[in-house]
């Protein structure tokens, strides 16, 4: 299979925590995505990084990608309850249209 | 903003009923996808389309077609339905990128009961 895995698969902390998720991949990538779904909705796109970028930074989130490691974070920082929701990342090879999901990571912020 | 659009958010067929899916964007995307997503296994490509009446096959195409006549709407046909195609089916549409692929822009899902 050409997923890539997350981990954790579900994580809980509370209103003001940090929240770090982590993903792997499998081959080069031309980027790497990061996807969020509210329950039984759409995925809404958070954050686009490409191959030649070590980090990247969005109001409250921090991306950072290691392409030695083929491996991806994505930070939350101060989470909110509204933060609650699954976070998948998605990988974009350097041949082909498609992206790969992984599994995703369900992220729990109680208040 | 860009908006992708699906014909249901809920729908209930009966085993053996041809079912279609439809959904349209309104961004001039050349890249069109069709997923399904089943809880523990995340998002999986049915097929994808990357120009009008183009069209490839994903990771699970059996048991599914598609039709892209016109470059803003793409559809989803189960010839035959069965229980196991019982899901939620998410549409996605993207630019294309020299040497990968651009932001996808979902639409809200629809959750499909096969009974």
């Known amino acids: 299979s050409q997923q890539g895995e997350e981990d954790p698969q579900a994580l809980s902390i509370q209103e003001g925590e940090n929240a770090t998720m982590n993903c792997s991949y499998k081959?080069?990538?031309?980027?790497l995505q990061w996807y969020r779904q509210n329950s039984g909705r759409g995925l809404v796109h958070l954050i686009l990084i490409r191959s030649n970028e070590r980090e990247k930074h969005s109001g409250r989130l921090r991306v950072t990608l290691d392409t030695s490691k083929k491996s991806s974070s994505l930070l939350i920082t101060a989470s909110r309850a509204a933060d609650t929701a699954s976070y998948f990342c998605?990988?974009?090879?350097?041949?082909?249209?498609?992206?790969?999901f992984g599994a995703g990571t369900i992220l729990r912020v109680k208040s | 903003d860009v908006k992708v659009t699906q014909s249901s958010r809920y729908l209930v067929k009966r085993t053996g009923e041809k079912v279609f899916l439809e959904c349209v964007q309104d961004m001039d995307h050349e890249n069109m996808f069709w997923y399904r997503q089943d809880p523990g296994l995340g998002l999986r490509l049915i097929y994808f389309s990357y120009d009008v009446k183009m069209k490839e096959k994903g990771d699970i195409p059996e048991g599914y077609s598609v039709s892209r006549e016109k470059k803003e709407r793409f559809s989803l046909i189960l010839e035959s339905a069965s229980t196991n195609q019982t899901s939620m089916y998410l549409c996605a549409s993207s630019f294309s990128l020299a040497g990968g692929t651009d932001t996808q822009y979902f639409g809200p899902g629809t959750r499909l009961t096969v009974l």
């Open positions: 081959t080069s990538i031309n980027n």
């Open positions: 998605a990988s974009s090879y350097r041949y082909g249209n498609k992206l790969v």
